[in-house]
């Protein structure tokens, strides 16, 4: 089993930045792809970014491409977020996923292929 932790959430002006953690324990995760997606208020999940294993390819949803970039620390099992120029319509509860995989350019966008979750970071933007 893996155990996801995000962290890194909060309160942060439009135009500002933060930076998401999503810290893995009970295996390692240098085999597993990763992806953040989001819950905005009302709405329905949506992906917004995905790493391959090595971190060498990556995903992300239009809306957040060119603002938001995902990497990975395998030494230290962790990926990250890191979210700049924020709009008011990145408001959402942010989660970590994580699926094993034995593919290196296997990287899902939808959240049924993830088999782990954290429990989410909400991520409020002000206008």
């Known amino acids: 089993q893996v155990q996801l932790v995000e962290s890194g959430g909060g309160l942060v002006q439009a135009g500002g930045s933060l930076r998401l953690s999503c810290a893995a324990s009970g295996r390692t995760i240098s085999t597993y792809a990763m992806s953040w997606f989001r819950q905005p208020p009302g709405k329905e999940r949506e992906f917004v970014a995905a790493?391959?294993?090595?971190?060498?390819?990556?995903s992300y949803a239009d809306s957040v491409k060119g603002r938001f970039t995902t990497s990975r620390d395998n030494a230290q099992n962790t990926v990250y977020l890191q979210m700049n120029t924020l709009k008011p319509e990145d408001t959402a509860t942010y989660y970590c996923a994580g699926t094993r995989t034995f593919s290196s350019s296997y990287l899902p966008r939808v959240w049924k292929e993830y088999d782990y979750w954290g429990q989410g970071t909400q991520v409020t933007v002000s206008s």
């Open positions: 790493i391959n294993w090595s971190g060498e390819s990556t």
